[in-house]
Structure formats: C-alpha cells, structure tokens
C-alpha cells in the first residue's frame, strides 16, 4: 500500500511538472512534445515509471519483482504505443530520472504521502475497528487517487480531509459530531475545501465512466483505456489552482 501510495505522489509530481515545452519556447507557446505524460499513450509508461521508483524508494523487493515482470513487457519504442497497450521503457527510464531530477536526487521520506497518519488520523477521531480499516481502504478511491491531494505540503490535512470525504459525502464513515474538537478552525476550513475537491473529483469520474460527459466538455483523469473518439492529450485539475482557493479561503476567515 505504500508503494502505490508513493506512486500517486510521484505520478501527480509528473502531471505537476511535465516536460512538455522545449528548449526554444516560451511558457505561452507550449506545445505538446511526444515524450509529454500529457499524451494518451505515454500514460502508461508514467504510471509504471511511478510504481517502479516508488518501489525503489519503499524499498519492497516482493513488489519489485513484479515490477520487473510489468517492465519486461514493455516496448522498446521511444514513446508509448497505446494501440499494442504496452509502455516504453525508454519513456519509463526519462521519467524516472525527471522524477529524481525534481527531487534533486534525493529519496523524500514516507512522512510526505498521507496515508502514512492513518494511525494519527484513527487515534486523534478515536476509531475503533472495523472503523479504521474502513478509513485506510478508503486511500484506494478515484477521488482521492485522482486528484492531486497527494501533492500538498499538509498531508496529516489531507488525511483527514479524506476521512471528511468519506463520512460526509460517501457515508461509508461515522460522522464527526464537532470537528471544532479535533481540529482548528482554519484547518478545519482547509479540510472541508479539500473533502470538496474531492467529491468534485469524484462526479466527474462518474460522469466520465459513465458516458456523460464528452471529450470536449470533460477534465480527462488519466489512466483510463483510449478510444478512438478521445483526444491525444488530457488535462487534470492543477494543484496551483487548488492551493490558490485554499489561500482564498484563509484570507476571508480572517477578516
């Protein structure tokens, strides 16, 4: 769990940072370049370069091994082939080294991925099993995995931002009578704007799964199987954008 929890971080880390203008273009005249994570058929090899590094920074040589059987599968193409449903490992092994180059080649510890204060989170609600269970499965749901919570500075926030998520919008967890008793009042504003973004994100994977939005009025989420009536590329909600409400938010508390 805490390598595909890892994985989130640095697949969100990629999205965040993506190689995608050249050498000789400004920011305004980007472009989409062929080894982009932003193309269709280059997710694959992000997703896997993303398991494969955090698989080397948890260090967990059982999940490595099949690791090594995912890359063994893939293509030697420069980039990704989606139509043969096989990633490069040429693209596998950029990414990981863009990955370590914004990390300046330096193993961040497991404290930076929420997941690691479920027992924190557990003991300061005062959940009881199977209630705690309940919580740490609920790191596996699309709208915590989709979106890029993973990515912020306050991870103990984000932790409990997705116990909100859950008992508030998901009913899947008991409701907190009074978070005014756990938490303080401004990061309890913060977590209550973070469990909203990802209910957001939620719908509209639902509404992507389900037919309901079309690709020119849908935020792409990534890691979903191509068609032929998608676009190349896909875009998911910038972190920047999120830390700017939360700022907004602070900002109107303390007036």
Same mark, same amino acid.
Not at 58 to 68: F, N
Not at 93 to 112: A, F, K, R, W
Not at 222 to 251: A, M, Q, R
């Given at each position: 769990?805490?390598?595909?929890? *890892?994985?989130?971080?640095?697949?969100?880390?990629?999205?965040?940072?993506?190689?995608?203008?050249?050498?000789?273009?400004? &920011?305004?005249?980007?472009?989409?370049?062929?080894?982009?994570?932003?193309?269709?058929?280059?997710?694959?090899?992000?997703?896997?370069?993303?398991?494969?590094? @955090?698989?080397?920074?948890?260090?967990?040589?059982?999940? *490595?091994?099949?690791?090594?059987?995912?890359?063994?599968?893939?293509?030697?193409?420069?980039?990704?082939?989606? @139509?043969?449903?096989?990633?490069?490992?040429?693209?596998?092994?950029?990414?990981?080294?863009?990955?370590?180059?914004?990390?300046?080649?330096?193993?961040?510890?497991?404290?930076?991925?929420?997941? &690691?204060? $479920?027992?924190?989170?557990?003991?300061?609600?005062?959940?009881?099993?199977?209630?705690?269970?309940?919580?740490?499965?609920?790191? &596996?749901?699309?709208?915590?995995?989709?979106?890029?919570?993973?990515?912020?500075?306050?991870?103990?926030?984000?932790?409990?931002?997705?116990?909100?998520?859950?008992?508030?919008?998901?009913? $899947?967890?008991?409701?907190?009578?009074?978070?005014?008793?756990?938490?303080?009042?401004?990061?309890?504003?913060?977590?209550?704007?973070? @469990?909203?973004?990802?209910?957001?994100?939620?719908?509209?994977?639902?509404?992507?799964?389900?037919?309901?939005?079309?690709?020119?009025?849908?935020?792409?989420?990534?890691?979903?199987?191509?068609?032929?009536?998608?676009?190349?590329?896909?875009?998911?909600?910038?972190?920047? $954008?999120?830390?700017?409400?939360?700022?907004?938010?602070?900002?109107?508390? @303390?007036?």
């Amino acid at each position: 769990k805490k390598i595909e929890q *890892m994985a989130y971080y640095l697949f969100h880390t990629l999205m965040e940072n993506d190689p995608k203008v050249g050498e000789n273009e400004t &920011q305004s005249d980007k472009v989409i370049l062929p080894k982009s994570i932003r193309r269709r058929d280059n997710v694959k090899s992000a997703a896997l370069a993303a398991l494969s590094l @955090s698989g080397k920074w948890v260090d967990s040589m059982i999940s *490595m091994g099949r690791l090594i059987g995912l890359a063994e599968k893939a293509s030697s193409n420069e980039v990704g082939d989606d @139509s043969a449903g096989t990633p490069s490992k040429s693209l596998m092994q950029t990414y990981e080294n863009h990955l370590m180059h914004l990390h300046g080649y330096d193993v961040p510890t497991e404290s930076i991925i929420p997941y &690691q204060y $479920v027992s924190m989170v557990s003991e300061n609600l005062s959940l009881q099993e199977p209630a705690t269970s309940q919580f740490e499965a609920l790191f &596996q749901h699309v709208g915590f995995t989709h979106s890029t919570l993973c990515l912020l500075e306050e991870p103990v926030l984000a932790a409990f931002a997705l116990y909100h998520f859950g008992s508030e919008h998901l009913d $899947v967890l008991e409701k907190i009578r009074d978070w005014d008793h756990v938490v303080e009042l401004e990061d309890k504003r913060i977590i209550i704007l973070l @469990s909203e973004h990802m209910k957001s994100m939620y719908d509209c994977t639902l509404k992507r799964k389900n037919g309901l939005l079309t690709p020119s009025s849908t935020v792409e989420l990534g890691l979903v199987e191509s068609s032929d009536n998608l676009p190349v590329t896909f875009e998911i909600p910038s972190l920047s $954008v999120l830390v700017d409400d939360i700022n907004y938010e602070i900002k109107n508390m @303390s007036r």
